[in-house]
């Protein structure tokens, strides 16, 4: 019985786990740029007689899908998109650099380019800050502009670049706030061929319909492994029962 149940044990465990991704994912199905988290579920032995006849579940979030979500288009100025793999770089709560990929942007009461989520938009030079007078514009290749409408014969003003950053072949992961970060710290670097498309949003990847299917099966594993446990008490007081009539 030993074996039974610690095993069904793990995979309970490992079922709570998956159903705890899975709830996220469907929680930011609406969420501009999210990407949806992959849970990577496996057996491991232990090693060693007899205990390699137990096989426990061990499961944990190994990455993102970094699939773009669809890009819908909205007309604000200040809305962006990815038109490439690349990620946007952000301060994060604790003022290092992290990325996203949510562009819903905007003018914060003291001047910063801050996103949907209230994160400083970063440039070669830290945050952006967007002088009180002018109307801003962004280029295709992340250029911040201000135009002066006093004056319409002058070419806008260039004041600082988006910073869009390379993250293939750099070990990054997610946090619990939705920010990439490079793996044991450090930034990554700036991606000179990324372009964003202006007036345009990136909705979130998580496809609704697949992640119903995925709390299904989780829903009817965890009940099969609760009857597992359920069965191995029955079998065992029923062993018991036996013993002391014998």
């Given at each position: 019985?030993?074996?039974?149940?610690h095993t069904?044990?793990?995979?309970m465990r490992?079922?709570?786990?998956?159903?705890?991704v899975?709830a996220?994912?469907?929680?930011?199905?609406?969420?501009?740029?999210?990407?949806?988290?992959?849970?990577?579920?496996?057996?491991?032995?232990?090693?060693g007689?007899?205990?390699?006849?137990?096989?426990?579940?061990?499961?944990?979030?190994r990455?993102?899908?970094?699939?773009?979500?669809?890009?819908i288009?909205?007309?604000?100025?200040?809305?962006?998109?990815m038109?490439?793999?690349a990620l946007?770089?952000?301060?994060?709560?604790d003022?290092?650099?992290?990325?996203?990929?949510?562009?819903d942007l905007?003018?914060?009461?003291?001047g910063?380019?801050?996103?949907?989520?209230?994160?400083?938009?970063?440039?070669?030079n830290g945050?952006?800050?967007?002088?009180?007078?002018g109307?801003?514009?962004?280029?295709p290749?992340?250029?911040?502009?201000?135009?002066?409408?006093?004056?319409?014969?002058?070419?806008?003003a260039?004041?600082?670049?988006?910073k869009?950053?390379?993250?293939?072949?750099?070990?990054?992961?997610?946090?619990l706030?939705?920010?990439?970060?490079?793996e044991?710290?450090g930034i990554l670097?700036?991606d000179?061929?990324?372009?964003?498309?202006?007036?345009?949003?990136?909705?979130?990847?998580?496809?609704?319909?697949?992640?119903?299917?995925?709390?299904?099966?989780?829903?009817?594993?965890?009940?099969?492994?609760?009857?597992v446990?359920a069965?191995?008490r029955e079998?065992d007081?029923s062993?018991?029962?036996?013993m002391?009539?014998?």
């Amino acid at each position: 019985m030993d074996r039974l149940i610690h095993t069904a044990l793990s995979g309970m465990r490992a079922s709570m786990d998956s159903q705890r991704v899975i709830a996220s994912n469907m929680a930011n199905a609406n969420t501009l740029g999210f990407r949806a988290e992959l849970l990577d579920q496996r057996p491991v032995t232990i090693e060693g007689q007899p205990l390699e006849a137990r096989a426990m579940q061990v499961a944990r979030v190994r990455g993102a899908d970094m699939v773009a979500g669809e890009i819908i288009e909205t007309g604000r100025n200040l809305d962006v998109a990815m038109a490439t793999d690349a990620l946007m770089a952000v301060q994060a709560e604790d003022g290092t650099e992290a990325y996203t990929r949510r562009g819903d942007l905007s003018i914060s009461a003291t001047g910063l380019l801050v996103n949907g989520e209230g994160r400083p938009i970063l440039g070669d030079n830290g945050p952006i800050t967007i002088p009180p007078v002018g109307i801003p514009g962004i280029a295709p290749d992340g250029t911040i502009t201000i135009a002066d409408p006093a004056t319409p014969d002058q070419p806008p003003a260039e004041i600082g670049r988006i910073k869009l950053a390379v993250w293939q072949g750099s070990p990054i992961s997610k946090g619990l706030d939705g920010l990439f970060r490079v793996e044991g710290g450090g930034i990554l670097p700036t991606d000179e061929a990324a372009t964003v498309q202006v007036g345009a949003l990136e909705q979130s990847n998580v496809k609704t319909t697949k992640v119903l299917v995925e709390m299904i099966d989780a829903q009817r594993l965890f009940a099969m492994r609760s009857k597992v446990v359920a069965t191995a008490r029955e079998i065992d007081e029923s062993g018991a029962q036996l013993m002391r009539l014998g």
